[in-house]
């Protein structure tokens, strides 16, 4: 790496390291973890820095940054469901203790899950799962109230669908 490219990198970093540092905390919730999947992500771009498109760099470092958070969820197994409203808190009550079916059910969530949208898929589980409210989710990702709440709606519509479909098969 150059001189010029590493002041240029360097300036990236006390830019963009806030932002990417808020938006690993919000999914995080964990300051040390937020901390070090941060780091993580500026070392991938370190790596990849000579040959980077610029033009979008922000898009590139908040894709990095939440797929490697989504990584560390997935390893650690943390992801885990919240009812979505009050229709759904039978599914508690009906929990059968049985491991497979227990299991199943929690495949069958997660199935659902991945039909949504990353921004659906964010926005459900910060506010149903994490406890964030919209305007919070709104100020934490830099857009509007009613945008936040149109896709928090969309999102529940969306999972309880692929929700049904994933439990009719």
């Not at 963009?16 to 992500?41: C, F, G, K, N």
């Not at 070392?43 to 990095?64: C, E, H, I, P, Q």
């Not at 997935?74 to 227990?102: N, Y």
């Not at 949208?117 to 830099?142: K, M, N, P």
Request: proline content about 2%; hydrophobic content about 35%.
């Amino acid at each position: 790496m150059t001189d010029e490219q590493r002041r240029a990198f360097e300036q990236v970093y006390s830019d963009y390291y806030p932002r990417i540092y808020r938006r690993v905390y919000a999914l995080m919730q964990h300051s040390q973890d937020a901390e070090d999947l941060t780091q993580d992500t500026f070392v991938k771009l370190y790596r990849a820095f000579a040959t980077l498109d610029m033009s979008n760099l922000y898009g590139w470092l908040y894709r990095v940054a939440t797929n490697a958070v989504y990584d560390v969820l997935r390893r650690r197994r943390l992801l885990t469901f919240t009812p979505l409203d009050p229709d759904t808190q039978d599914w508690l009550s009906s929990q059968s203790g049985d491991v497979q079916e227990d299991y199943a059910e929690r495949e069958s969530i997660h199935l659902a899950l991945s039909g949504l949208s990353e921004t659906q898929r964010d926005a459900l589980l910060l506010h149903e799962v994490q406890g964030y409210t919209a305007i919070e989710i709104a100020s934490r990702s830099g857009q509007t109230y009613s945008t936040v709440t149109f896709t928090m709606r969309r999102a529940r519509r969306a999972f309880k669908q692929q929700y049904v479909v994933g439990t009719a098969s």
